[in-house]
């Protein structure tokens, strides 16, 4: 199944891939004369389509891509930022960013963001809003907000967790470009892989997640979101309410009771 949107020279696609256990959904955003950059509404449409696959109860896995190879998302469409005059303006806007990166966060299933070419400003916060970013060596990251007056904001927040404090501070106050061997070496990105490569990659990582069982995934990316805002103390016990949960839930007892017959045959 597929599903297409179009609107303001943008479109998003959804495609669809039924496998044993579930569905992968593919989503691509496609403004790709502009470098893929994201306008109200794209924000808005992107948005409710992770809204939407939230609800999709066989939905196992997410993979988010930009189209034309030369961007993921070149960031915040800059020709609507110019326009911007009145502090309520800019705190429309970025709270629409915002909330584009907040559904995929709350998507129930783990989404992979494929990136390739450049991936900036918004571009980067909507990326670090994913579960695992996979990259093209040929991949290029920055954030040029300060070049242009702003700040890097919203899920820009995120970077600390990812890359420490340091690196954080050199990305947004030099605004200087990293490419892929750096933004790996950082701890941005899980994997680079050549160009030519990247479809495999993906693959591989999607093929990993669905082999998992259903409820555990969902429960796992529900306990790490958990684990963000908890102490050390409370993070362990919410993870022992989550096993008992499992457990009562009895997806193991197929799985388990498998590896233990195959080692008695063994």
């Known amino acids: 199944m597929s599903g297409e949107h179009k609107s303001d020279g943008h479109k998003i696609e959804v495609r669809r891939e039924t496998r044993e256990g579930g569905v992968v959904a593919h989503v691509t955003y496609d403004y790709a004369r502009r470098l893929n950059v994201l306008n109200p509404a794209a924000l808005k449409e992107l948005t409710d389509t992770f809204l939407a696959l939230a609800k999709e109860d066989d939905l196992r896995v997410v993979v988010f891509s930009g189209a034309g190879g030369r961007a993921f998302i070149g960031g915040a469409d800059i020709n609507h930022m110019a326009g911007m005059r009145h502090p309520d303006d800019g705190r429309a806007f970025i709270t629409m ?149 499992s457990v009562g839930e009895g997806e193991h007892i197929e799985r388990m009771g498998a590896f233990v017959n195959r080692k008695k045959k063994g």
């Open 97 to 245: 960013v915002h909330k584009l990166c907040q559904s995929i966060r709350d998507c129930p299933v783990p989404v992979i963001c494929r990136l390739e070419g450049y991936t900036l400003g918004a571009g980067v916060e909507v990326a670090a809003a994913c579960d695992i970013r996979i990259s093209s060596d040929t991949a290029h990251f920055g954030m040029p907000e300060v070049k242009v007056g702003i700040p890097s904001v919203v899920e820009a927040a995120l970077l600390p967790r990812l890359i420490g404090w340091g690196r954080t501070s050199w990305m947004l106050l030099t605004a200087e470009n990293i490419d892929a061997a750096t933004a790996d070496r950082w701890g941005f990105v899980e994997q680079v892989v050549p160009a030519a490569k990247l479809t495999e990659a993906v693959e591989r990582c999607v093929h990993s997640i669905v082999e998992g069982t259903p409820k555990s995934v969902r429960g796992q990316k529900r306990l790490m979101r958990r684990w963000e805002r908890l102490s050390i103390d409370e993070a362990i016990q919410a993870g022992i309410d989550a096993f008992a949960q």
